[in-house]
């Protein structure tokens, strides 16, 4: 079992100058390790951000797109991998941090906590490349590689959360975040308003 | 009330795709309707020029086509009204609340031909319109054919004002 925070960090390490979605607690651990204009805080319509992310990859096929998403929230919408697995980008590479429980509502546990597996999920939708991390010193040693690999991607990563992190909505649903992401895609994408 | 009784009582699902693409629709994400089947899917699915994401439930399509409006790129969502329920909290959370242009092109199962939607028999269309305006989510029932102009002209004000638009299809769309 990883601590969420060391497992976000070594992604951070690697992710250029990818747009990431994360979700909820995930979301606010990372937008304190990495944070960039192009994150994209995935809160308010749970589950959603494995498809917001198909629609990143899609309508910006040349910049990586990196999904951190929650087992609570995968499972309100496993629907989405086999759509992500046909449409099949390969500028997209997808986390979920399976923890067992919703941790932003109270740390009840996932339906199947110790039974479900995401990897197995991924791998039977179609994805190209599914695996599990469950040991941060494999973590470290395969990411670089895994990242680098031709999506779509999914990787399990087996944590445990750290301190719980502020949950500031304020920070994800206000206007201002919603803005100043707008301007950084209008930038890539030669958008003049 | 009736709805387009002086018109031609049909929609052509070939005018419906030129309208469409000439509003900048090139990507359309879908979950099969009988409604639109013949007139709209199956054709949109052999267009060389329009993407086809054929999705697992529909509110997937709600945040695709969210992503690729920020992405400054135009897609509509094309379903059944019951996946427009099935959506709501989708609809709610990112298309309204984010002020997001996902223009939601809906089939109205089970709609009397003729009869505005919110006076039909059937509670499934009868409580489409209401729910919408509830949510404020701009929407219009389109079922003749001299009401496809109002297609483009409600996608553009869509994606000018940044909000969503539900154009729902009041009768069987022809091939």
């Excluded at chain 1, 546990?109 to 469950?134: C, M, N, Q, W």
């Excluded at chain 2, 629709?25 to 199956?42: C, R």
């Excluded at chain 2, 109002?150 to 009768?171: C, M, N, T």
Aim: proline share 5%; aromatic share 6%.
């Amino acid at each position: 079992m990883m601590l969420r925070t060391d497992c976000l960090k070594e992604i951070a390490n690697l992710r250029g100058d990818a747009l990431v979605v994360a979700v909820y607690s995930s979301a606010f651990e990372w937008i304190g390790i990495s944070p960039h204009p192009l994150n994209f805080l995935s809160v308010g319509a749970m589950g959603q951000a494995s498809s917001s992310a198909l629609g990143f990859a899609i309508g910006l096929p040349n910049r990586k797109v990196i999904v951190i998403d929650g087992d609570g929230s995968l499972l309100m919408n496993l629907g989405s991998l086999v759509t992500i697995a046909c449409v099949a980008p390969a500028n997209l590479t997808h986390f979920v941090c399976q923890n067992g429980c919703y941790e932003a509502n109270g740390d009840h546990p996932i339906p199947g906590e110790d039974k479900v597996s995401f990897s197995g999920f991924a791998h039977a939708a179609g994805y190209r490349l599914v695996t599990e991390f469950s040991d941060l010193n494999t973590l470290r040693t395969d990411l670089p590689a895994f990242m680098q690999a031709e999506g779509p991607t999914f990787a399990a990563l087996h944590v445990q959360a750290g301190e719980k992190p502020a949950l500031d909505y304020s920070l994800m649903h206000g206007a201002e975040a919603r803005r100043s992401f707008q301007a950084s895609l209008d930038a890539i994408v030669g958008h003049r308003r | 009330m009736t709805q387009g009784s002086e018109g031609t009582g049909m929609l052509d699902g070939r005018a419906i795709i030129d309208a469409m693409r000439s509003a900048g629709l090139d990507t359309i994400v879908s979950l099969p309707d009988i409604t639109t089947s013949a007139g709209l899917l199956w054709p949109i699915s052999k267009e060389s020029d329009i993407r086809l994401v054929r999705v697992c439930k529909e509110d997937e399509g709600v945040s695709i086509c969210a992503a690729l409006a920020l992405c400054r790129k135009r897609s509509a969502l094309l379903m059944q009204q019951t996946g427009l329920f099935d959506s709501l909290n989708a609809v709610r959370g990112i298309a309204v609340e984010y002020k997001l242009p996902v223009c939601m092109f809906v089939g109205l199962l089970g709609k009397e031909p003729g009869v505005a939607p919110p006076q039909n028999k059937r509670y499934s269309v009868r409580v489409v319109q209401p729910v919408l305006d509830a949510m404020e989510v701009p929407n219009f029932c389109i079922e003749d054919n001299r009401d496809i102009a109002k297609i483009g002209p409600a996608v553009d004000r869509a994606y000018a004002e940044s909000q969503p638009v539900v154009v729902l299809f009041g009768r069987r769309v022809q091939p």
